[in-house]
Nanobody, 119 residues
Framework: QVQFVESGGGLVQPGGSLRLSCAAS????????MGWYRQAPGKQRELVAT???????SYADSVKGRFTISRDNAKNTVYLQMNSLKPEDTAVYYC?????????????WGQGTQVTVSS
């Protein structure tokens, strides 16, 4: 079955950077669009960034210019480079997939990786 394993989170000061990774299995990775989501305490999960099969990317307005999504099809892995982090970026970050961006998420979620931005 489809499985996502996120890693790379941690505690970082405002203005700092982190790089998240998500390894996917159970799908032909190169045939899927990928996305990063986040869920802050007491809030709904939101879509942060997407990358299509062909490599085109899109971002939520709140992270545009600070976050970069990328993918390595040979490693079945999607990345999220997060720069200029703000306290409001604190959340559990998840990845997911879809045949297209419009059909994300597949429905199964990994354990996520916690990102905490605090001084």
């Amino acid at each position: 079955q489809v499985q996502f394993v996120e890693s790379g989170g941690g505690l970082v000061q405002p203005g700092g950077s982190l790089r998240l990774s998500c390894a996917a299995s159970g799908i032909i990775f190169s045939r899927y669009a990928m996305g990063w989501y986040r869920q802050a305490p007491g809030k709904q999960r939101e879509l942060v960034a997407t990358i299509a099969r062909g490599g085109s990317t899109s971002y939520a307005d709140s992270v545009k210019g600070r976050f970069t999504i990328s993918r390595d099809n040979a490693k079945n892995t999607v990345y999220l480079q997060m720069n200029s982090l703000k306290p409001e970026d604190t959340a559990v970050y998840y990845c997911n997939a879809g045949v297209s961006i419009a059909t994300m998420p597949l429905g199964s979620w990994g354990q996520g990786t916690q990102v905490t931005v605090s001084s």
